[in-house]
T-cell receptor
Framework: GAGVSQSPSNKVTEKGKDVELRCDPI?????LYWYRQSLGQGLEFLIY????????KSGLPSDRFSAERTGGSVSTLTIQRTQQEDSAVYLC????????????FGPGTRLTVT | GEDVEQSLFLSVREGDSSVINCTYT??????LYWYKQEPGAGLQLLTY?????DMKQDQRLTVLLNKKDKHLSLRIADTQTGDSAIYFC?????????????FGQGTTLQVKP
């Protein structure tokens, strides 16, 4: 079966522009997570969605970052007015439910802000 | 606060055992995880251990948990060149109900033939 997919795989944008990153979780997975992997900060949790519950946004680094999950499936992470420090690989993961269930990671979107 | 620490680099010879260490801070973490990331590939769950266990063995992998010291280790027996990768320790803070993961910085394992 298909795994978690993310698009685009690479994105180069100019400082100050907005970007949208997309995640398609595994069908039937109710929990969806966004993480960021950068050289300076390692792997950081950003935001988590579980079913129809309010998302846990505690990891979002600033109000320029937002995410939504439509219909309990596809998720979009939006970064407004991108800065150079936003350059990183953005990883999406999904799991059957929250808690101990294995999180399956997508290949990531490499974002470069010039 | 939530923090996970790992050494950054480990080099071993093929056939030797590798031991990767990790310390975490949240004593209420219910589950602790080891993930593997190979060059150009995504993160893959290797194994996890429930906090009321001291040890878990899965083929060449042995996970040891010292809850008192908040210390977790991953032992890879008979390390192969294919084991070369970055290994991440992660905790799921609190009761673990969310599954949100806090990762260490990752340990790069280099296996020399």
């Amino acid at each position: 079966g298909a795994g978690v997919s993310q698009s685009p795989s690479n994105k180069v944008t100019e400082k100050g522009k907005d970007v949208e990153l997309r995640c398609d979780p595994i069908s039937g997975h109710t929990a969806l997570y966004w993480y960021r992997q950068s050289l300076g900060q390692g792997l950081e949790f950003l935001i988590y969605f579980q079913g129809n519950s309010a998302p846990d946004k505690s990891g979002l680094p600033s109000d320029r970052f937002s995410a939504e999950r439509t219909g309990g499936s596809v998720s979009t992470l939006t970064i407004q007015r991108t800065q150079q420090e936003d350059s990183a690989v953005y990883l999406c993961a999904s799991s059957f439910s929250s808690g101990k269930y294995e999180q399956y990671f997508g290949p990531g979107t490499r974002l470069t802000v010039t | 606060g939530e923090d996970v620490e790992q050494s950054l680099f480990l080099s071993v010879r093929e056939g030797d055992s590798s031991v990767i260490n990790c310390t975490y801070t949240d004593s209420s973490s219910t589950y602790l995880y080891w993930y593997k990331q190979e060059p150009g590939a995504g993160l893959q769950l290797l194994t996890y251990i429930f906090s009321n266990m001291d040890m878990k063995q899965d083929q060449r992998l042995t996970v040891l948990l010292n809850k008192k010291d908040k210390h977790l280790s991953l032992r890879i027996a008979d390390t192969q060149t294919g084991d070369s990768a970055i290994y991440f320790c992660a905790e799921s803070p609190g009761s673990g109900n969310t599954g949100k993961l806090i990762f260490g910085q990752g340990t790069t394992l280099q296996v020399k033939p």
